[in-house]
């Protein structure tokens, strides 16, 4: 059940009427059932895998708690017959037991996901390097189910029982109640990766009906179907074009059918999580922001604190600062400082944590090689930034007043753009090989005229289509600007009514009369859905 479907807003419209029809204490057990019937729907083999997710992470979060209790108690209890060592000594047994415990629950659930996810990929690795071998036997590829969301939900457990180890949450004792945040529909195909701590805040709370709350909700889901359906969809049409016709469409094609995907994917992600946001909203439910006007960073860096906040945020949480910080690291550093220099052995930890992180970014997205590469380029992007740091201090030192010049400024933000669309190709063509030869493409095909001579318009869109994409890249845009000082919603809420009616009226008419429906059109998924 497609969150662009006619199932899914009957749904959800009937879940909104239960939801505050109902006495209001059952209103989280509701969301319950709605979100397993969800995912039932989507297919029924899903509901084996994210039960065993649920369960095996909520049990182990409740024995880890145990322990924690338990050893408050023991030592409150032993204070005056216990020394300093003999406490300390009892703290590292439990600690170590609570080690052991997350260990299994972490080893279990990405066990899962990594059979079910990147068995196939190892397979045909493993095919590779035989036939580079010259071995004629190969080994067959499984069919196996990839249950729905399965990054984003095992990611947000993972997340949970890390924090419950480390102390700084709180293990949830009602079985029904964790199933709900692991299995909350709205975010479950394609985030955000909350927070126990953030979501859990409002989501077993009772909600009362309130008409501003629910306003801005609808009209968060509105503006996210905007997005998706009128410029995403549309946008595809264009970019599928190109990049299924890699023969015809070289040079100044892959260039804007790059800028194209660049749009396309941003109204398709920010869209989809623009109503996972709304849906939360209407029911009283925060959900953490993903996006903040990333299209606006000046580096790859400041890009990525804006762009899929949540997922960044959890691999630097868990995956970066974890390794950075632990002992077979410092020792590496420590050994670096001495053989190769204090310079290279200070950078030592940082650069290996990095690479963890991109190389499990990038396998995170999709078991393929070309999001590997994808992964590492952003590392290597990132890595020769900061080395190149100083040099960038002496300039800003040496033409002091350019970097608050808005000229200079805007030359950034197009540099940041055009990397990360450079880098993006190798999730548009999902071939290694063919990315690089396709971007040589743009330097050796010499065919710029294509950019300006009308035959952009025989890529699947009409003159129309181009017109209404660029007035809804100039609504992204405006929007944008608008909200460095403050909500849309907000301000547009602090309008007359008959204004107000007039803008959400229009945005609901030009998402019904214009959204990407019929033949030739690809109506589909959302793209973060397949991870």
């Known amino acids: 059940m497609l969150f662009v479907s006619y199932e899914f807003l009957g749904f959800l419209l009937l879940v909104f009427l239960l939801y505050y029809l109902i006495p209001r204490k059952f209103q989280w057990q509701l969301l319950l059932a709605a979100s397993y019937v969800f995912y039932f729907l989507a297919d029924p083999r899903y509901l084996f895998y994210i039960l065993l997710t649920t369960i095996s992470t909520w049990g182990i979060g409740v024995l880890i708690d145990n322990r924690f209790r338990t050893r408050k108690e023991y030592l409150a209890a032993h204070k005056a017959e216990l020394s300093k060592e003999e406490r300390k000594a009892y703290k590292q047994r439990t600690k170590e037991g609570q080690w052991r415990l997350l260990l299994t629950c972490l080893l279990f659930n990405l066990g899962i996901l990594a059979i079910l996810k990147y068995t196939n990929f190892t397979i045909a690795n493993i095919n590779g390097l035989l036939h580079f071998f010259g071995r004629g036997s190969q080994l067959s590829p499984v069919n196996i189910v990839l249950p729905l969301g399965i990054s984003f939900y095992t990611f947000q457990s993972l997340g949970y029982i890390i924090d419950v180890y480390r102390g700084t949450a ?188 991109w190389f499990a970014t990038g396998i995170w997205h999709g078991a393929s090689w070309n999001f590997i590469v994808w992964g590492l ?19 800003h030192h040496r033409f002091p007043g350019l970097g608050s010049k808005r000229v200079y400024q805007g030359f950034q933000v197009i540099r940041t753009i055009l990397l990360m669309s450079c880098l993006r190709m190798f999730d548009c063509y999902r071939d290694v090989p063919l990315t690089f030869r396709m971007f040589g493409t743009m330097v050796t095909a010499g065919n710029w005229a294509v950019l300006w001579n009308g035959s952009l318009l025989r890529l699947g869109l009409t003159g129309a289509d181009f017109l209404v994409l660029a007035a809804g890249f100039v609504l992204l845009l405006t929007v944008s600007l608008i909200q460095r000082s403050g909500s849309v919603r907000e301000k547009i809420g602090a309008k007359p009514f008959w204004l107000r009616f007039i803008l959400w009226y229009a945005l609901f008419l030009a998402t019904l009369l214009l959204g990407a429906y019929g033949a030739g059109y690809d109506s589909s998924q959302f793209i973060y859905n397949q991870f």
């Not at 409002?202 to 306003?215: G, I, K, N, R």
């Not at 970066?320 to 002992?327: D, E, G, L, M, T």
């Not at 053989?339 to 690479?355: C, D, Q, W």
């Not at 380029?377 to 300039?395: A, C, D, H, K």
């Open 377 to 395: 380029g952003n590392w290597v992007v990132i890595m020769i930034s900061q080395e190149l740091e100083p040099l960038y201090t002496r300039f």
């Open 170 to 357: 709180q293990a949830e004792r009602n079985f029904f109640r964790f199933a709900l945040f692991v299995s909350f529909f709205p975010q479950l195909i394609q985030g955000p990766i909350s927070r126990w701590n953030d979501l859990s805040a409002s989501l077993y709370e009772e909600h009362a009906f309130d008409w501003q709350t629910v306003s801005f909700g609808l009209q968060r889901i509105l503006w996210g179907y905007f997005k998706k359906m009128v410029i995403a969809d549309r946008m595809l049409t264009a970019v599928n074009t190109i990049i299924r016709n890699s023969d015809q469409y070289q040079g100044a094609y892959v260039f804007a059918g790059m800028l194209f995907y660049a749009l396309e994917l941003y109204a398709d992600f920010t869209g989809g999580i623009d109503i996972t946001i709304g849906i939360a909203q209407v029911m009283g439910i925060r959900v953490t922001e993903n996006f903040h006007r990333p299209y606006f960073s000046k580096s790859i860096k400041e890009y990525w604190r804006r762009w899929h906040i949540t997922m960044g945020t959890w691999f630097t949480d868990y995956i970066f600062y974890p390794i950075s910080v632990c002992k077979p690291m410092l020792k590496f550093s420590k050994f670096s400082r001495a053989h190769f220099g204090e310079a290279i052995g200070k950078r030592m930890p940082v650069y290996l944590s990095s690479f963890a992180v």
